[in-house]
């Protein structure tokens, strides 16, 4: 097959690749702005709660000094809360601009215990903020995505820096309803939790009572409808800039409460950081509402129920807006980073989940550890995290534009059900999938990488979630492979959807400066986020020993790798392979105490990079080896190889002699340069013996018995069909060896063992077609008497005959001519071009490089005389004295292309002093610098086998040029 290869050039070496689209459009995300403008605040120490009688020993209820010190401590101050356990058994209100401050999660400890018969929301344990309602206005106009302003009917109750939060009706041809029966729960009712579902919270910067006209911090994230009753009311009461950090807190007992250990309502700016949360009711962290609130540093584990509704990590509901959670640890948990009710904008990146619990215990249902709960959550991003799954349900209704960039979902083994790393729902439209890890290495076969359930749907398309999906550059450890959409042609997944450029926490992570970006389809064993690394480190658990003592050596196109292994517990050991030393991509995986692997089918003269490392799953790699590299040699033996390339003659234009006499053909433009056309009547080429110092005295490489042998060529036919094309025959006209078309097959006839003679065919004429150049090739293995046919560098067929070759010799060989057993001689009627034989058996990969003749080569090029302001001059085109022939080899050009300065020759070269092989071209020159075929193409075909290439361009006024380098040729490079 020709290697399809565009190399790009420009002065040598230049890169045309242009991105033609983003991979997620602009129509599904939004620019996402997460968290606290410029960070968390750092307060000054205000008040501490042993000021106020706090005794810290675990028994004496320590609620009131808590409460005191709340009221006492001065705006944009921190409580301090000294090492010891407080015990605490009411709710802790801060709705002013204070910080709880711990002296640590492993020194400070608050214990709550509350009474189950309280009020619900008094059994939450600290509550930030508050909500309530206030002036409210019908939207009149603008609320359209993207819009900054809205006009409403009247603007006199609000006022500038007015938390506010816009909401709707619910508009079922955008939403679809929960399936939950309406006799057991209709949400969707006026006063219930999912009535009038979508809206966003925001800020008004400015206000025009002229116009009544409403300017916001952002952008709005959806596109409201008139009809639905669109409205916006101002929220009065809410926290800001205030927050929890450096502690432990645990519900010692379940207190059935419903907000959260910790409940931001309507807050703005606020935080968790650094907060180590044991056990809760429904969830650890409860956002509901508010807008910019930051939960980050901090470690989520257990609750004190899993059934639904219960055991929740952080959950986002009603509307909540632009949060940012990052960099936290969550285990033992069902739902550990949700959305529902209409949260938007939120940020969920670089977290660690752990262990998935359900009512059964662990490891029983994987629940969602990235998910979406309905009631049209939208416009959310989950990027960066290390996760066991995503799953976008529709228990509560649709959800929309969720955004899951270069995450980990690794589904791993011991589970008993949901085996799928991701998993939608139907009606959750435009969900983008993007540069993602699917499913553990060792994952179980028969497990699935997506899943879209089937089931009974009442919305308007059944296969809307299917049709809008975007699912681009994910690899999955089931297929090995990255899986692209054909239609999205951008590859380059983008580093991150939120950040700028890399994070603090990377550089300042626990096992010191981590890379970043960590994940995706070219990074997949680059380490572990820091919150990995954290739960590593806390929890005692450190990495496998590394490898040491790697070499490399290389035999042919094999390199074998070899270390030491110094660790006794790991799982196994990643090979990670590099062309340059510097950008290192998976390679293999081998078992445990491994200390050798053989890698085989590599480029040739080539030089390759490889490290090793161990790993074991929970804390991941060992450091990396040093770096160890080897490089290959030619694919292609040259020892004992005839090769005719008709070059203007039948000469061996390799060692020895052998040279052939032509009788009767005549030279012709072939596959790969100049050929022989053979008139079917009377022409072939003989090949004299060969010397006897070489081979058998007086016989060919082509002699039975203990020979191995290839031969391939490149054939053009006239006619297939009724008339035999032999390519390659021995001197015995008899059909004693035969390489070639007989009848309407491709046939290998040669003497066996017994004296008997043997014919292998392979395929009909459909695949060797007249009028058509096709590769076709034979070889012989003596070692396992296999005979294998191939053609355009596929195998076509194989024999494993009983007997070896036989020992009937001969010492001359024919080309264009053969006959069958009766002694009728025909000939060849047709091209050939490019005869090679070897003795010696080639790999698939050695043959197949002999049919991979074709490299496309996008090129550009100025001339330094007629360039002037941006493009050359045309004077020779347009005074009509631009030959049509070119002066540098017999090529013409039947037209003469568009603004075409002149004739250059472009060539590749082996090696810089044009020693070797080269495979040059005459083509033309355009004046904005485009190298064009004869034809006029702007890429340019040359027939040359894959390898590295110096490119020459020499033009005959000027002196030549060449790339600094040579360029790497190959079908499958990147």
Not at 39 to 62: K, R
Not at 749 to 755: D, E, H, L, Q, V
């Amino acid at each position: 097959m020709p290697a399809q290869k565009f190399v790009p050039l420009f002065l040598i070496l230049f890169s045309l690749r242009t991105l033609t689209q983003d991979i997620v459009p602009s129509e599904r995300r939004i620019d996402w702005d997460p968290g606290i403008p410029g960070g968390i605040p750092d307060y000054p120490a205000g008040v501490s709660v042993m000021d106020y009688g706090a005794l810290a020993d675990g028994v004496t209820d320590d609620t009131q000094a808590f409460l005191d010190a709340i009221t006492a401590c001065p705006q944009q101050h921190a409580i301090t809360i000294p090492s010891g356990t407080y015990l605490i058994t009411d709710r802790l209100n801060l709705r002013k601009s204070i910080t709880l401050r711990g002296a640590g999660p492993d020194q400070t400890f608050l214990k709550f215990e509350k009474q189950p018969e309280a009020p619900d929301y008094q059994r939450t344990n600290i509550w930030i903020g508050q909500r309530i309602a206030g002036f409210s206005a019908s939207i009149t106009g603008g609320a359209v995505r993207g819009s900054y302003q809205i006009t409403v009917s009247d603007v006199s109750g609000f006022a500038v820096d007015d938390l506010v939060e816009i909401r709707q009706d619910n508009d079922e041809s955008v939403m679809a309803r929960p399936i939950v029966p309406v006799s057991q729960n209709d949400s969707w009712a006026e006063g219930h939790w999912g009535w009038r579902a979508v809206g966003q919270f925001l800020l008004i910067t400015d206000i025009d009572a002229g116009t009544n006209t409403l300017t916001f911090q952002h952008p709005l994230y959806f596109t409201y409808n008139p009809a639905m009753n669109p409205a916006v009311t101002q929220w009065n009461g809410p926290a800001r800039y205030a927050g929890v950090e450096d502690l432990h807190m645990e519900l010692v007992a379940d207190a059935n409460g419903y907000y959260g250990n910790i409940h931001f309502d309507g807050s703005v700016y606020c935080w968790a950081r650094n907060v180590r949360s044991y056990k809760c009711s429904r969830s650890h962290i409860g956002l509901w509402g508010g807008l910019g609130n930051e939960i980050r540093d901090s470690y989520f584990e257990f609750s004190h129920g899993y059934a639904g509704g219960e055991g929740y990590g952080v959950n986002m509901i009603d509307r909540t807006t632009n949060n940012l959670v990052e960099n936290n640890i969550f285990d033992f948990l069902q739902g550990k980073m949700l959305t529902a009710v209409g949260a938007c904008g939120n940020v969920y990146a670089y977290n660690y989940c752990r262990i998935s619990m359900d009512d059964l215990g662990p490891y029983e249902d994987m629940h969602a550890d990235m998910g979406a709960h309905g009631h049209h959550s939208y416009m959310n991003l989950f990027e960066g995290n290390s996760t066991n799954r995503a799953h976008v349900d529709r228990y509560w209704g649709s959800n929309a534009n969720f955004v899951f960039l270069r995450n980990k979902m690794l589904c791993p083994d011991g589970y008993v059900r949901s085996s799928d790393p991701v998993h939608i729902e139907k009606n959750n439209i435009e969900m983008s999938f993007v540069g993602n890890i699917l499913h553990h290495e060792n994952s179980m076969e028969d497990r699935r990488v997506w899943y879209f359930p089937d089931e009974p749907d009442d919305f308007s398309d059944p296969e809307l979630t299917m049709n809008t999906l975007i699912s681009h550059g994910n690899y999955d450890f089931m297929s090995e492979n990255v899986q692209w959409d054909p239609d999205i042609d951008n590859q380059d997944i983008p580093d991150s959807y939120y950040l700028d450029g890399k994070p603090g926490f990377f550089t300042n992570a626990p096992w010191g400066d981590t890379s970043w970006p960590l994940i995706g389809p070219d990074l997949l064993h680059a380490g572990l986020i820091p919150a990995q690394q954290r739960f590593c480190d806390l929890n005692g658990i450190t990495p496998p020993d590394p490898p040491t003592g790697l070499s490399a050596t290389a035999e042919d196109n094999r390199i074998t790798l070899a270390w030491t292994d110094n660790s006794t517990d790991e799982q196994g050991f990643r090979i990670e392979q590099s062309l340059d030393g510097i950008h290192f991509f998976r390679q293999g995986v081998t078992l445990p105490d491994s200390n050798r692997i053989v890698f085989s089918g590599l480029r040739p003269f080539t030089t390759y990079y490889f490290r090793v490392c161990s790993y074991i799953d929970e804390p991941g790699n060992s450091a990396w080896s040093d770096i160890a590299s080897a490089s290959t040699f030619s694919e292609l033996p040259l020892a004992g190889i005839c090769r005719y390339p008709f070059s203007g003659n039948a000469n061996n234009a390799l060692s020895g002699d052998y040279h052939g006499i032509v009788h009767g053909p005549v030279l012709c433009a072939g596959k790969t340069g100049q050929a022989y056309a053979f008139d079917g009547l009377d022409d072939y080429i003989h090949i004299p013996k060969w010397d006897p110092d070489a081979w058998r005295p007086g016989h060919s490489p082509l002699y039975g018995d203990e020979q191995a042998f290839t031969i391939a060529a490149w054939i053009c036919p006239d006619i297939v069909s009724g008339h035999d094309n032999f390519i390659i025959s021995d001197d015995s006209r008899w059909g004693d060896f035969t390489f070639g078309l007989t009848g309407n097959r491709l046939n290998l006839r040669y003497i066996n063992g017994t004296g008997q003679r043997y014919g292998l065919s392979s395929v009909e004429t459909a695949t060797v077609k007249p009028g058509v150049f096709t590769h076709v090739a034979a070889s012989y293995d003596p070692e396992h008497n296999i005979v294998r046919l191939f053609i355009n560098g596929e195998q076509a067929a194989i024999d494993r005959m009983t007997r070896p070759l036989g020992t009937s010799g001969f010492d001359s060989l024919y080309i264009g001519l053969g006959g069958d057993p009766s002694g009728t001689i025909t000939y060849f009627d047709g091209i050939i071009d490019e005869v090679h034989i070897y003795g010696s058996v080639l790999s698939d990969r050695q043959i197949q490089m002999l049919a991979e003749t074709q490299a496309l080569l996008s090129v550009r090029v100025l001339l330094e005389g007629p360039y002037t302001a941006g493009t050359m001059q045309t004077g020779l085109r347009d005074a009509g004295i631009l030959p049509m022939d070119s002066p540098y080899d017999a090529s013409h050009a039947e037209v003469i292309p568009d603004q075409v300065v002149d004739w250059i020759w472009l060539e590749l070269r082996s090696n810089a002093d044009g020693s070797g092989e080269n495979y040059g071209k005459s083509v033309f020159l355009r004046n904005d610098g485009t190298v064009l075929d004869t034809d006029g193409a702007e890429t340019v075909a040359i027939n040359a086998p894959e390898g590295y290439y110096y490119i020459s361009v020499t033009h005959r006024n000027h002196l030549a040029v060449m790339s600094p380098d040579p360029v790497p040729i190959f079908s499958d490079y990147p």
